[in-house]
């Protein structure tokens, strides 16, 4: 900039750098999958929030008269269900557009209830290290000793199946990872000299964990959150799948899937569906979660 | 060394206790009474169940119930099955190898697999094959195990008949049990195609298992082949005129293979969760598919010690992993 420049000059084209939000969109969108993959999920979460209006029928009614007919672009197929339908004469696509809205709730439902207090947790670790850490740290230390789906089927054995309920042992699975993020992340900024700055100049322990240290450690944070988010997808299938999870009738993918596989000499479509829309969901989630890390945090991005 | 791996041991002490107070509060946690949730459709007279109650020990107070069991545990009892009246213990023994046998196989495969796969792609960044390698790997990564399992099925068991489709061996075949290990056994027992049986109903279950195994390993090769490749030791190694497979193997991989193994250690848990699934899909008589019937069945001294025993397993390997990498890196010794 040139001394000569009047002060008033317009400061946001003045500055060579972008703002945050543009400098993170130009870091994401650089990563070709990672944009595809964002318009391929923001379809899918489109199409299950918009479940109601766009399902040709209810998810749950049967047609008698149907019983397992082949998608539309088989020989045997009408284009009355465009996807086929199911043993019970349930319509495919009806109950994968309302299973989306089951799935994907379930999955960001149980994000919330363990960012939230898992991210509690690890603050709370970093800042009393002396009195509170050794105990939060143990405690995650046992939740981690058994794999997230083992530990669901645990809770669930306890609390029994169920949606609320999935979500639970989804949640408590998951909480381990953001505490100790979150500590981890805390740690490394509380020494530093904004933090004690703050301190000095008076502010609150709530105030220092909330608006000072916590903005600072969101990046991790986001990330693991997008991928907690891809595998509480997978888990609700496969809890589902077992049968330990959303029941019956309720359209859930993983559901379907479990009552599918008695028919997989004879209708392959049942099998294949709701299994292809979870991994095309789970594989967006995952590429979206790549991208957000090679923008959030260019560090790690000599990882990938 | 001895001390490292005696250090870690005591760390794992509270988290050892942790586990079995899981274990035993799982049953005490239910809501309701727990004999009449156990029994379910089997009802039980006022007489039965108050035996039951004492047979359990759930009239005494928690923490005598809680001693009682650790005691129990400490000699090797796990309690008895509902449903079978077998000791759980013994139940164990016959299935845990072949939860072993299937994980270790799938882990082979995925880290053969997925090492070649990784390293080649590392060596040819950005090339269509890496592209190729690093796409399939995503892919993998985020496949539903039980849809993987449902459709590798799908095609070659009922498709073109190449697999079967569930248990470990034709039944044909009368092995008897030695190790415990049906590859093994198959080969002991001397049965001509007993062995080829074997590898047959394992083919399917241990790709599928070790799938996302493999693409984690791959992805993770891959990325610390490119680091090491651009250290300087490498380049001295390619200065001093080595041949390039020794400089990529010996000078190359035996480095990269640090961060390998702490993932391959972290994927201990998604094996035994994989391996839940993965047994019920092939009807795999493991500890997977013993605990799903056994909660399907409120067997629950069952799904008790299946718990315990998926906690203990996870933790040894993680033990093992740390030990090895203890070995691997002398850093670390002095380091925790």
Sequence with gaps: MSVHQPPAADASTALPYPSPLAEFWQGFAANRGALAALIVFASIALASILAPLLAPYDPTQQFRDALLTPPCWSAEGSTRFLL??????????????????????????????????????????????????????RVMDIMLALPGLLLAICVITVLGPGLVNTVIAIA???????TRLTRAAALAEINKEYVIASRVAGASTARLMFSTVLPNCMAPLIVNATLAFSSAILETAGLGFLGLGVQAPTPEWGTMLSAARDYIQRASWVVTLPGLTILVTVLAVNLMGDGLRDALDPKLKKLS | M????LKRLVGLLPTLLGITLVAFGLIRLIPGDPIEVMMGERRLDADAHAELVKRMGLDQPLHVQYLDYVVKLAHGDLGQSLVSREPVSREFAALFPATVELAMVALLLALALGLALGMTAGLKRGSLFDQGV?????????MPVFWWGLILIMYFSVGLSWTPVSGRIAIEYDIQRITGFMLIDSLLSGEEGAFASACRHLALPALVLGTSTMAVVARMTRSSMLEVLREDYIRTARAKGLSPARVVIVHGLRNALIPVLTVVGMQTGSLLAGAVLTETIFSWPGIGKWLIDSISRRDYPVVQAGILISACTFIAVNLLVDILYGVVNPRIRSHR
């Design chain 2, 134 to 142: 690093m796409g399939l790997a995503t892919v993998g990564y985020s």
């Design chain 1, 84 to 137: 086929g339908t199911d043993e019970l004469g349930r319509d495919m696509l009806s109950r994968l557009l309302h299973g989306g809205r089951v799935s994907l709730g379930i999955g960001l439902a149980s994000v919330l209830m363990s960012m939230l207090p898992g991210v509690l947790l690890g603050l709370l670790a970093a800042f009393f290290q002396r009195s509170l850490s050794p105990a939060i740290m």
């Design chain 2, 2 to 5: 001895l001390g490292f791996i």
């Design chain 1, 172 to 178: 408590i699975g998951a909480l381990p990872g953001y």
